[in-house]
């Protein structure tokens, strides 16, 4: 088990630590973007019996689980769990998407027990938003100004009047002119529009009439669902992220798509029943490159030999040299703001 030392804890979630220590239950729900130590804290300390750390995404819940002991039960899934808790809290990061926020201190609001707190912090110490986006939801709260950022404590009283739904349903058309519907929720990638990496892809991708599909990273199902409706054949729409996971089916549904298969999935073992014909990803852009490497190796595993994969990037230099040497015909070519890096999976 990985120590929590060896990982410190973000700072939000510091400052809950600090100040949460007298604060006592029958049962707590920890939502991190970090490893939770808090709530292994609130487990180690006996402040309440019954502890879970949240996650929508697959792999930091993973990671957690690692770290977390048996006192702390860690969950994953679309939504907040369907129970009752004396506290909910919540780490942010002052570069926290504001639609997610919104929607998740929706959740936990609903998610207490009459009287129970919902405890927020995020790492910003002149925040302002945050603190009136409680203040909107709670009669009274009380707010720590600390050196390394801010601390809300609320503590309910009555249910909300009305209850926000923040998902969103979109429609484009694809290069031949058939219109898609897309249902996307915040914390999915590309909420509310149609990402022009996506878009590149759908543009430079050739499917064939019976061509096995993997879409690595899928999010709502954009790009998926513009694969499937040129192949008979199945397509696979991987992602870690458990919303995105529900989109995708949703998506799928909404343009009658039967053979759209959604996979839920972290550490690229996806098992799937067939070898692929043609791949595409849409890693990150920017920053670390373990995120593009692994979709890569991914969907090298599971093509077929001279199966295609075709990534869309900002940074075709890396994608390139990677690719490299892995796939035959590669070729790299610009697409509007975007590069498209494409191969083929070579023989033994």
Sequence with gaps: ME????????????????????????????????RAQLAGQLAQRGQFPSVQAW??????????????????????????????????????????????????????????????????SVDNPRDTWLHDLMRKLFPKVTCL?????????????????????????????????????????????SH????GGARQLMLSVEIGPEDRVLD?????????AACAVQTSGLVFGVDSN????????????LNQLENIRAVWNADGQLDLPCEIDVAVANPPYFGDTAIAQHFIDTCFENLRVGGALLVVTKQPN???????????????????????????????
């Design 216 to 224: 690595m990273g899928c999010g709502a199902g954009a790009l998926t």
């Design 242 to 253: 458990a919303r995105a996971i529900e989109c995708l089916k949703a998506t799928a549904k």
């Design 192 to 195: 509310r529009r149609l990402d």
């Design 145 to 189: 100004r600390l050196p390394e950022g801010s601390v809300y404590l609320g503590r309910k009283r009555g249910e909300l009047k009305k209850e926000k739904d923040y998902s969103c349903e979109y429609a484009f058309r694809d290069d031949a002119g058939r219109l898609l519907k897309v249902l996307s929720r915040p914390g999915v990638f």
């Design 3 to 34: 120590s929590e030392t060896e990982v410190p804890p973000l700072v939000s979630e510091r400052l809950l630590m600090e100040n949460l220590e007298d604060v006592r239950g029958q049962a707590a729900l920890v939502i991190s973007t970090g």
């Design 318 to 348: 890396w994608v390139g040299a990677y690719m490299n040497h892995l796939m035959e015909d590669l070729a790299v070519f610009e697409a509007s703001k975007y590069w498209v890096v494409c191969g083929r999976k070579p023989a033994v």
């Design 55 to 120: 996650y929508y995404d697959l792999y930091p819940a993973m990671l957690a689980n690692d770290a977390l002991d048996d006192a702390v039960e860690v969950l994953c899934g679309a939504d907040l769990p369907e129970a009752r808790y004396d506290l909910v809290a919540m780490g942010l990061l002052r570069r926290s998407e504001s639609e997610l926020t919104r929607e998740l201190i929706q959740q936990a609001y609903l998610r207490l027990v009459e009287g129970g707190m919902l405890a927020v």
